[in-house]
């Protein structure tokens, strides 16, 4: 059984607001086996929605909308299911006591406009909202030579959709699809090589067809994972993924760095809470996004950061006047940062970040980021820089990942903690 999530607003085609409700839409659909393959975004105009519906219904089983059941004038979603199964709206009497009774908890009259909430396509079923004076609907319209395609139409307020989804809707739709099997994916994340190499190093995994189906992604030069697979409960679903997860990790190795929401950050997290150990940040040009990811940790983690120093522009830096390359320059004021943050008396590690102003070579502007790592006990003490050939708008997230990623890998292969550090 294949469903469509389709958003109505102008609010979402003018860019104006993100639509969140498909994604979680989706999310729940798949969890009850039901695979989403279309998401439709339509404006609020009639004939504009009339016809995504009567592509929709087509192509099936099931419809979840969202938007469009409010009382004004572009409120259209009854108008348009009415028209698509060719039915009159009928007033119903109980979904208009309940608005009613809701203005009246709230000492407010009801404005006559607000009738037309109870006002629904005969032959349809009414989908209470407990909270909200917009009812849902329930239609099904029937298709020549399969079964007929069920439609839910929900209010556009993310809080009032989800309550009707858990009190109603997905027990509704879960006896509708009739199916005992549900869809559970499971993410695996990934920092080190670009997109290519790291499929290229996954045998036969990403392979169209194959079961559990393994997607790709990167954002923010993080690659995730995607492995989705189904079964007759959850536990099952996740069990055809183990042997897929633990090739993932046998060709990856250290490349992957956590699951699910993990980011780079949480990763090092753990492993400097693991080790009682505390870390420092400095950043020339990066607009602090080492200490803005550190200070959103959560509060089991938190504990790990001791602050971080934050510099626009490269501070003054008196050092040979003969130097003969850039790099050398900034390699320096990046080995003086680390310096000044191992100065923080809690500090056991240093990671510093640097993005200097481009400066010319051979006619190019210099387009290399900088990065190191120090540690108070003298064992490690790396500066390294990277070329960055993406686009100008992510090198602040790339230099901040790379640096992360240099203290990651080192605190997976160092040696565990002296007694001395963990009692500080």
């Known amino acids: 059984m294949q469903a469509e999530v389709i958003s109505i607003g102008d609010e979402m085609t003018s860019g104006q607001r993100l639509d969140t409700n498909s994604q979680w839409l989706s999310q729940r659909l798949g969890e009850l086996g039901i695979r989403v393959m279309y998401h439709t975004t339509v404006a609020d105009d009639l004939a504009a929605n009339v016809r995504v519906f009567q592509q929709a219904a087509q192509r099936a089983d099931i419809i979840v909308a969202t938007g469009g059941l409010g009382p004004t004038a572009d409120d259209l979603t009854r108008e348009v299911l009415a028209e698509l199964a060719g039915v009159p709206l009928v007033l119903q009497p109980a979904a208009l006591e309940h608005i009613e009774s809701l203005f009246a908890r709230r000492k407010r009259p009801m404005p006559e406009r607000n009738r037309v909430q109870a006002m629904f396509p005969s032959g349809?079923?009414?989908?209470?909202?407990?909270e909200g004076t917009a009812p849902g609907i329930d239609l099904q319209i029937p298709r020549a030579g399969q079964s007929a395609c069920r439609i839910f139409a929900l209010p556009g307020v993310p809080a009032e959709m989800r309550q009707m989804w858990s009190g109603t809707l997905a027990d509704a739709i879960a006896q509708h699809a009739g199916s005992k099997r549900v869809i559970r994916h499971r993410l695996i994340k990934c920092f080190g090589v670009g997109e290519s190499?790291?499929?290229?190093?996954?045998?036969?995994?990403?392979?169209?067809?194959?079961?559990?189906?393994?997607?790709?992604?990167?954002?923010?030069?993080?690659?995730?994972?995607?492995?989705?697979?189904?079964?007759?409960?959850?536990?099952?679903?996740?069990?055809?993924?183990?042997?897929?997860?633990?090739?993932?990790?046998?060709?990856?190795?250290?490349?992957?760095?956590?699951?699910?929401?993990?980011?780079?950050?949480?990763?090092?997290?753990?492993?400097?809470?693991?080790?009682?150990?505390?870390?420092?940040?400095?950043?020339?040009?990066?607009?602090?996004?080492?200490?803005?990811?550190?200070?959103?940790?959560?509060?089991?983690?938190?504990?790990?950061?001791?602050?971080?120093?934050?510099?626009?522009?490269?501070?003054?830096?008196?050092?040979?006047?003969?130097?003969?390359?850039?790099?050398?320059?900034?390699?320096?004021?990046?080995?003086?940062?680390?310096?000044?943050?191992?100065?923080?008396?809690?500090?056991?590690?240093?990671?510093?970040?640097?993005?200097?102003?481009?400066?010319?070579?051979?006619?190019?502007?210099?387009?290399?980021?900088?990065?190191?790592?120090?540690?108070?006990?003298?064992?490690?003490?790396?500066?390294?820089?990277?070329?960055?050939?993406?686009?100008?708008?992510?090198?602040?997230?790339?230099?901040?990942?790379?640096?992360?990623?240099?203290?990651?890998?080192?605190?997976?292969?160092?040696?565990?903690?002296?007694?001395?550090?963990?009692?500080?």
């Open 124 to 130: 349809s079923v009414v989908i209470h909202n407990p």
């Open 197 to 424: 190499d790291l499929e290229a190093m996954l045998p036969d995994l990403i392979r169209r067809g194959r079961t559990p189906q393994v997607g790709i992604t990167v954002s923010g030069a993080t690659i995730t994972l995607r492995i989705t697979a189904e079964g007759e409960t959850p536990n099952v679903a996740y069990a055809v993924m183990d042997s897929t997860v633990a090739t993932i990790h046998e060709c990856l190795g250290d490349l992957v760095f956590g699951e699910e929401d993990d980011e780079l950050e949480h990763a090092v997290a753990r492993l400097l809470v693991a080790r009682n150990q505390r870390l420092a940040t400095t950043e020339i040009g990066s607009a602090g996004q080492l200490a803005h990811w550190f200070g959103e940790l959560p509060d089991e983690l938190a504990g790990c950061f001791c602050g971080g120093q934050i510099s626009s522009q490269p501070f003054v830096l008196t050092i040979d006047p003969q130097a003969a390359a850039d790099d050398r320059r900034a390699k320096q004021m990046l080995e003086l940062s680390l310096d000044q943050a191992l100065s923080h008396p809690r500090a056991d590690y240093a990671l510093a970040v640097g993005i200097f102003p481009p400066l010319p070579t051979a006619g190019q502007p210099a387009r290399e980021f900088f990065y190191g790592v120090s540690s108070r006990d003298g064992s490690l003490r790396a500066v390294r820089s990277s070329p960055f050939v993406g686009h100008s708008a992510l090198v602040k997230l790339r230099a901040a990942k790379q640096a992360l990623n240099l203290l990651r890998l080192e605190l997976l292969h160092a040696q565990p903690a002296s007694d001395s550090n963990a009692a500080r």
